[in-house]
């Protein structure tokens, strides 16, 4: 029957499985006998006639008849309660046991059966130092027990009975909430390893005898139970009752002293016994069982402190606290300031155990929910934001899903990534106090709701190096093996009540005492489930238990079907101050919270399993781990930032190479520039030389033209500027050859204007041979001046050609340098290259009003010429005879007088027009001379000189 509590008043009648010391609880405290050493082979140092009356193994004791309800039963319960044992001494080397085996220690089993493939229980894994085993075992032995005096053969609660193990392997609720993280902050947590600290203590004040304890592996423990017990647990870690264990605290009497319910009651913590020796009676045995003078990191340490290494270790871990209001569910789940609880402690080595593992590294998450009137309230997010009639507003509703990966969940649930212990220490303070509370009959600060804080571990193994060997080696970044991912679910459970005068207190109470209902039924029929499971394993198993009939069993689901290590803290109170209805219910409440806890330790089953660890986003952990989700946005991150530092270095190239180009373009287009400036430098060069060159023809011509007009004392130089006149004169198609004599004609006019020397040049032979000629040709000279001017008119037109050649190139030269500077070279008009320009240009200006004035000089000479001609003709009119022979008589006597200072010349012709002067020949030597001045003074002037303006004449030169 499931709804009673199994109290076999001498359960240990049935053949003990062997040896079972339970979890390895220490306490400071002396007492007469440990149980678990007195399971121990050692336990024949025990030699205590007190204690071997309650608690004898009783594969060592005599049987004794006094099994009787569960004497079927007991025969699968591993362990026999102390009290179960005959009374009387216990053989010498037997030992005492504890009733509620929670297989401690793996030893192989003497029921081989029991062993077979059964994991050994992660809780029972660590074990005590061989020390403070010693310690324990010795001191049990050697201290009479202070509670042996009062025991009495009673009905014992035990949890032993023996189930197959169950298939049930759900997926674990607690691993469900990864979807609804709503991360405060982010980032791994990677604390250095100092020196190991294991205080157990939030303020660092707690040091709690399991700190003592050195936690070993499975594979350790189980050598180590070797050596330290005989016994066999194997038959524990089978049914998984190794992972299940259930503590009973009994809370103070604060009321006057009611030495009635007092002396009832016998908590024995050393025994793990409770014996109630009113009606009903009997002796409820457990994992744990501390009395009034236990504090709370005594009992952190009995209850929790296992378990939650376990957790880090990858193993989800659940603890709750049940009780009646007021017991101290509470009070042992938080603490005090000065007395931490549970919560805080566990919190305290949750980082104790991350700074002792240097070689993996953690991230934390905690969520805290509380379940009010079957309603669920996410109590981080924030304070509930009140509407109208001051009324609380309607908050998103916080749902439980479920599915095959990750379980049952509840969702949005906020989550947050905490850090540091007083930071995670914050975060739960503040969802406490947003937790419900009120004042009832039986608590002034009486919890309303159940408090779930759920506090979800994921660790990877650290990659040697760090960072940087990451990066060198991606592969091996992944390789030590993903990241696990186990869930540490601590709750506090609303007291169940008695009905309350206030109508919400009712309402409240109702929904609690529901809830505590549905959960006990649940516990209750996983016995009749596995009862059935046991005769026939079944698919279907689980169905008919009632976990969704309430959201508290139904959140406790995973853990309450095996997935989960479970630690259930019971508190009571036996004292009971005030009436006798009050302390009769009071005692009513106390055994139901015993007998619930007896059906818990009998019925739960656990066979959690370390959490895998998962690769990448694959599996079920690596869907959810926030490390591997981290890892991976950091891989990504990091690729990002490679691909951006490529992405800049071949922009920062293709810019570079844009700039290069610009530049050989802009390269390019200056040299051209440069070089069409050059070209027009040379162009303007060019039509300067041109230019000059032509000028310098010109004036050259002049000269020649000067001489062979003025210059006549050599054969030689006559003949040349004949020439040269001559081609002068025939490149205008005016003259003949017949020039020469007018030539000698010129020649001789210069004669008056220097000396006499003429009259003696010998005219002879140029008369005989070319006078009738010379003077047939030109008769009167007329002919003569007729070709200088018309010599000079070609002269002209070559000067106006040459002018407007010249004005055509400097308009050239002006329109270019005009293009440039608008171009926007201006800022280099300064520059030599340009004063070199402007110069030439202001150099031909110069030089075209040069050539204009020679221009008008040769105007004034045609005009002079003209004139001069007009005046011969007009002398000719006037009284000559115009015969060639006097002409040339009058030439020769001329010649004698004013020409003896020159050489004769037999070609001269000086002496041809020397003699006396006619007015026609003064006349023609006016004109010629004032011919050859101005002529004389154009070249002087070109040429620089200023010998015309001294009076020099040219044919001075050539002598
Ligand atoms: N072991 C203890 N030692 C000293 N004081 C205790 C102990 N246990 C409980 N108390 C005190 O008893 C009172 C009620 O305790 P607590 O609120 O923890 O009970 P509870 O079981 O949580 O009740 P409820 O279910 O109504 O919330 C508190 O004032 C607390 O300090």
Redesign the pocket.
């Known amino acids: 029957m499931t709804a009673t509590l199994p109290r076999p008043p001498r359960p240990s009648i049935a053949p003990p499985t062997g040896p079972l010391p339970s979890l390895p609880v220490p306490k400071s405290r002396s007492s007469n006998v440990s149980p678990a050493s007195a399971r121990t082979s050692s336990a024949s140092l025990l030699p205590s006639p007190a204690t071997s009356i309650r608690a004898v193994s009783s594969s060592a004791l005599p049987q004794r008849p006094i099994a009787k309800s569960h004497a079927n039963s007991a025969s699968n319960v591993p362990t026999l309660s102390a009290d179960n044992s005959p009374a009387g001494p216990l053989p010498p080397g037997k030992s005492l046991r504890k009733t509620i085996s929670i297989g401690a220690f793996p030893q192989p089993p003497r029921h081989v059966g029991r062993t077979a493939s059964h994991p050994p229980s992660p809780l029972s894994a660590v074990t005590p130092s061989n020390d403070t085993l010693n310690q324990r075992i010795s001191s049990g032995s050697q201290v009479p027990s202070r509670e042996s005096s009062l025991r009495k053969p009673g009905r014992v609660s035990t949890g032993g009975r023996m189930l197959a193990k169950s298939p049930l392997t759900p997926p674990s609720f607690f691993n469900g909430s990864g979807e609804s993280v709503a991360a405060a902050n982010s980032g791994h947590l990677s604390l250095p390893s100092p020196p190991q600290s294991r205080n157990s203590s939030a303020q660092g004040s707690y040091a709690t005898s399991a700190t003592t304890f050195e936690d070993v592996g499975d594979e350790e423990a189980r050598g180590r139970s070797d050596n330290k017990t005989n016994t066999d647990r194997h038959s524990t870690h089978k049914d998984g009752k190794g992972n299940v264990l259930v503590s009973v605290?009994v809370?103070?009497d604060?009321g006057a002293g009611d030495g009635k319910q007092e002396l009832e009651w016998d908590v024995n913590g050393k025994r793990s016994l409770i014996s109630y020796k009113g009606k009903e009676g009997g002796d409820y045995i457990y994992d744990n069982v501390f009395d009034?003078q236990d504090n709370n990191a005594r009992v952190y340490d009995g209850a929790a402190k296992r378990l939650v290494r376990r957790v880090m270790e990858g193993y989800h871990g659940t603890v709750f606290a049940y009780?009646?209001?007021?017991?101290?569910?509470?009070?042992?789940m938080q603490g005090t300031a000065t007395n931490p609880g549970v919560i805080p402690l566990a919190i305290t080595d949750i980082f104790s155990y991350i700074r002792e593992t240097p070689h993996r590294e953690f991230l934390l998450r905690v969520s805290y929910l509380e379940i009010y009137n079957e309603r669920i309230h996410d109590l981080l997010a924030g304070p509930i934001a009140t509407g109208l009639n001051n009324q609380p507003t309607q908050q998103e509703e916080i749902k439980l899903r479920e599915d095959s990966k990750r379980g049952v969940y509840a969702t949005p649930l906020k989550e947050e990534i905490v850090q540091s212990p007083t930071q995670l220490l914050r975060v739960i303070a503040r969802g406490d106090n947003a937790r419900r509370v009120a004042g009832?009959q039986?608590?002034?600060?009486?919890?309303r709701s159940h408090a779930v804080v759920q506090i979800v571990v994921e660790s990877r193994e650290r990659v040697p190096g760090g960072a940087a060997s990451m990066k060198e080696n991606k592969r091996v970044a992944m390789a030590p093996g993903g990241v696990r991912v186990s869930t540490l679910s601590l709750i506090?459970l609303?007291?169940s009540?008695k009905a309350a005068d206030n109508k919400e207190r009712r309402t409240e109470g109702s929904h609690i005492n529901k809830s505590l209902l549905t959960l006990g039924t649940v516990i209750a029929r996983l016995s009749s489930d596995k009862e059935k499971e046991k005769d026939k394993p079944s698919k279907d198993q689980g169905k008919h238990l009632p976990y969704r009939d309430s959201k508290l069993t139904r959140l406790l689901q995973p853990a309450l079907s095996g997935n989960s290590l479970v630690s259930i803290l019971c508190?009571i109170q036996t004292g009971s101050s005030g009436s006798v209805a009050a302390a009769h219910s009071h005692t009513g409440e106390t055994l139901n919270t015993l007998k619930f806890a007896s059906r818990a330790k009998n019925n739960i089953i656990s066979h959690a399993k370390k959490a895998d660890e998962s690769l990448g986003a694959g599996g079920d952990a690596g869907s959810r781990a926030l490390l591997d989700r981290y890892r991976i946005e950091i891989q990504e991150l990091r690729k990002q930032l490679e691909e951006q530092n490529k992405a800049k270095d071949t922009n920062s190239t293709k810019e570079e190479e844009k700039e290069r180009e610009k530049d050989e373009e802009e390269e390019k287009a200056r040299e051209l520039e440069e070089r069409h400036r050059h070209e027009e430098q040379m162009l303007e060069m060019q039509l300067a030389r041109t230019a000059l060159k032509e000028r310098i023809e010109h004036l050259n011509r002049l000269i020649l033209s000067s001489k062979s007009l003025g210059v006549n004392a050599t054969n030689r130089s006559f003949s040349s500027m004949s020439m040269q006149h001559r081609g002068s004169v025939l490149s205008n198609g005016d003259f003949r050859p017949s020039s020469i004599r007018s030539s000698t004609s010129h020649a001789t006019l210069e004669v008056p204007g220097n000396t006499g020397s003429q009259a003696t040049f010998p005219s002879v032979p140029l008369e005989g041979s070319d006078e009738g000629d010379s003077l047939g040709e030109n008769g009167d000279g007329t002919a003569s001046q007729s070709a200088q001017i018309h010599a000079l008119q070609s002269d002209l037109a070559d000067r106006n050609r040459y002018i407007a050649t010249l004005e055509k190139r400097l308009l050239q030269a002006r329109r270019s340098s005009h293009s440039r500077v608008s171009m926007g070279i201006s800022q280099k008009i300064g520059s030599s290259e340009d004063g070199g320009l402007i110069a030439i240009v202001a150099e031909k200006d110069a030089e075209i009003s040069n050539l204009r004035a020679q221009l008008d000089d040769k105007e004034k000479m045609i005009s002079a010429l003209t004139s001069a001609g007009k005046k011969r003709e007009t002398a000719n009119e006037v009284g000559s005879d115009g015969s060639p022979g006097s002409r040339r008589t009058s030439h020769q006597r001329s010649e004698g007088s004013t020409s003896s200072a020159k050489p004769k010349s037999p070609i001269s012709p000086v002496g041809f027009l020397s003699g006396p002067k006619t007015e026609r020949e003064l006349a023609d030597i006016t004109l010629t001379r004032m011919l050859d001045e101005m002529i004389s003074g154009r070249v002087n002037n070109a040429s620089g000189s200023r010998r015309v303006s001294e009076g020099l004449p040219v044919v001075s030169e050539d002598r």
Do not use: H, L
Not at 323 to 328: A, K, Y
Not at 442 to 447: I, P
């Open positions: 605290r809370r103070p604060v009034t009780g009646m209001t007021g017991t101290g569910k509470t009070f042992s009832t039986f608590n002034a600060r009486s919890s506090d609303a007291g009540e508190t």
